[in-house]
């Protein structure tokens, strides 16, 4: 009951990140609520990299206070609440609306909440199995998780979400609860129903997985940094540590930012509406859940460093491939055929690769990272892990708002399509920065891959 109860934790957060910052929210907010889709994908690059910004600057030192004090729980909790107060605040993201301010702040905070308390869920899962099942159980939850967002995403789109035009959702019915589809009522109510939810899916974790005894509480905060300290100090001694650190910072920043801006590029350059970007959800996440699963199983047998890094370079193609798709070129090619379905044909195709190698990058750099450290300081790695990765978070998602506003301006004569497509370059670049700094990584403490 333990491990399913942390198993569950990843079914309850998957939605945030499916229909809130890739698939149903984030496209919505650019399409309908940002005066213009270049404008949103600022926007939401500003938004995302603010609330990246903040996980960076506390999680490394929460982190290492939870360890001197013990308990995972209570800290899981608190953010916990905050990431659900920002995310039924997104129902009052109007069409159209003359502030974005509000919905910008809520975006930020829902993301600084749910990420901070996926790092102290994070830190149980040592505790749950031995070493030689962290990998499978890694892969299994991510897998699991994914499944959530499937779930959740054909939940919204057959039965929320309805096309403004039709007034009908994706399987022809009318949206439940009397949702309005021309004030987009079903794309704002994810926000409210991904809290829900998250407060249900959550409950088996705080109610059957096992935390650890709390502590001497006096001089806690003290004691968690000097800790902190002490292992600033001997990064640069731990070489395979901080490779790990440094790799990850940048690959997940990049498998980051590529799921933010993934729905946003498909409507803007693409056309796609809110039902094919939701389908495009599903596969994602279909073959993110297999991806995970087989990970799971490869890290069990090669070792995580080889899952991280085949998942890495089938990124590097996927997103080189998606950079050269638009409505009316493949492969920077000109189309002969205007009306042409290969584009949508292909983009697909990258995004079922996309959700496969990124599902299990992720699971995989779970477990390698706890190869790093002693098991008595989990918690502040995992806290540093959110560091590493949320440090350079805000770049790029930031990155790509600069990218795309600076070729926006009107001396390049840019089309909003091709600023959009150059404004996702430097999610290419990051990938690289982390596949060439994975050698330095070693697969488990003290044992060379």
Same mark, same amino acid.
């Given at each position: 009951?333990?491990?399913?109860?942390?198993?569950?934790?990843?079914?309850?957060?998957?939605?945030?990140?499916?229909?809130?910052?890739?698939?149903?929210?984030?496209?919505?907010?650019?399409s309908a609520v940002a005066p213009d889709a270049a404008r949103g994908q600022e926007l939401w690059g500003l938004a995302t990299g603010i609330g990246g910004l903040m996980v960076a600057i506390?999680?490394?030192?929460?982190?290492?206070?939870?360890?001197?004090?013990?308990?995972?729980?209570?800290?899981?909790?608190?953010?916990?609440?905050?990431?659900?107060?920002?995310?039924?605040?997104?129902?009052?993201?109007?069409?159209?609306?003359?502030?974005?301010?509000?919905?910008?702040?809520?975006?930020?905070?829902?993301?600084?909440?749910?990420?901070?308390?996926?790092?102290?869920?994070?830190?149980?899962?040592?505790?749950?199995?031995?070493?030689?099942?962290?990998?499978?159980?890694?892969?299994?939850?991510?897998?699991?998780?994914?499944?959530?967002?499937?779930?959740?995403?054909?939940?919204?789109?057959?039965?929320?979400?309805?096309?403004?035009?039709?007034?009908?959702?994706?399987?022809?019915?009318?949206?439940?609860?009397?949702?309005?589809?021309?004030?987009?009522?079903?794309?704002?109510?994810?926000?409210?129903?991904?809290?829900?939810?998250?407060?249900?899916?959550?409950?088996?974790?705080?109610?059957?997985?096992?935390?650890?005894?709390?502590?001497?509480?006096?001089?806690?905060?003290?004691?968690?940094?000097?800790?902190?300290?002490?292992?600033?100090?001997?990064?640069?001694?731990?070489?395979?540590?901080?490779?790990?650190?440094?790799?990850?910072?940048?690959?997940?920043?990049?498998?980051?930012?590529?799921?933010?801006?993934?729905?946003?590029?498909?409507?803007?350059?693409?056309?796609?509406?809110?039902?094919?970007?939701?389908?495009?959800?599903?596969?994602?996440?279909?073959? !993110? &859940?297999?991806?995970?699963? =087989? *990970? +799971?199983?490869?890290?069990? @047998?090669?070792?995580?460093?080889? /899952?991280?890094? %085949?998942?890495?370079?089938?990124?590097?193609a996927c997103c080189l491939l998606v950079i050269s798709i638009t409505r009316s070129e493949v492969m920077f090619v000109p189309l002969e055929d205007a009306a042409s379905r290969l584009p949508d044909i292909l983009?697909?195709?990258? !995004? &079922?690769?996309?959700?496969? =190698? *990124? +599902?299990?990058?992720?699971? @995989?750099?779970?477990?390698?990272? /706890?190869?790093? %450290?002693?098991?008595?300081?989990?918690?502040?790695?995992?806290?540093?892990?959110?560091?590493?990765?949320?440090?350079?978070?805000?770049?790029?998602?930031?990155?790509?708002?600069?990218?795309?506003?600076?070729?926006?301006?009107?001396?390049?004569?840019?089309?909003?399509?091709?600023?959009?497509?150059?404004?996702?370059?430097?999610?290419?670049?990051?990938?690289?920065?982390?596949? %060439?700094?994975?050698?330095?990584?070693?697969?488990?403490?003290?044992?060379?891959?």
């Open positions: 009951r333990g491990i399913w109860g942390w198993i569950f934790f990843d079914w309850a957060q998957q939605p945030f990140h499916t229909l809130i910052i890739t698939f149903v929210f984030g496209p919505y907010f650019a506390s999680s490394p030192f929460l982190g290492a206070i939870a360890d001197a004090s013990g308990p995972r729980k209570p800290w899981i909790l608190f953010f916990s609440i905050l990431g659900c107060l920002g995310c039924a605040g997104l129902w009052f993201a109007t069409p159209g609306m003359e502030s974005l301010a509000p919905v910008l702040v809520l975006v930020a905070l829902a993301l600084f909440g749910v990420e901070l308390a996926a790092v102290f869920n994070n830190a149980m899962m040592p505790d749950l199995v031995p070493r030689s099942e962290l990998g499978r159980l890694s892969g299994s939850a991510w897998g699991f998780g994914y499944l959530g967002g499937i779930v959740s995403l054909v939940l919204v789109l057959g039965f929320m979400a309805a096309s403004p035009e039709t007034g009908r959702t994706l399987i022809g019915l009318e949206p439940l609860f009397g949702l309005d589809a021309a004030s987009r009522e079903g794309d704002r109510a994810v926000g409210p129903l991904t809290a829900l939810w998250y407060v249900l899916f959550a409950l088996p974790m705080f109610l059957f997985t096992p935390d650890q005894p709390r502590r001497r509480m006096a001089g806690v905060v003290r004691q968690g940094l000097r800790q902190l300290g002490a292992t600033f100090r001997r990064l640069p001694s731990e070489r395979s540590y901080l490779g790990f650190l440094a790799s990850s910072m940048f690959y997940r920043d990049a498998l980051n930012a590529l799921y933010i801006f993934g729905g946003i590029y498909a409507a803007g350059v693409l056309g796609w509406s809110i039902v094919e970007i939701g389908l495009f959800g599903i596969l994602v996440n279909m073959t !993110g &859940a297999l991806g995970a699963w =087989a *990970g +799971g199983r490869m890290d069990k @047998a090669r070792g995580p460093k080889a /899952v991280v890094g %085949v998942s890495i370079f089938s990124l590097c983009f697909f195709a990258a !995004g &079922a690769m996309i959700g496969a =190698a *990124g +599902g299990a990058v992720q699971a @995989a750099s779970r477990t390698l990272l /706890v190869d790093q %450290v002693p098991r008595t300081q989990v918690t502040e790695a995992f806290g540093l892990y959110a560091f590493s990765g949320k440090a350079t978070a805000f770049i790029g998602p930031f990155s790509v708002a600069a990218a795309t506003a600076f070729f926006s301006q009107p001396e390049f004569a840019l089309s909003s399509v091709d600023a959009q497509r150059l404004g996702v370059t430097p999610v290419l670049a990051l990938f690289f920065l982390g596949l %060439v700094l994975l050698p330095l990584v070693k697969n488990q403490r003290g044992a060379r891959a």
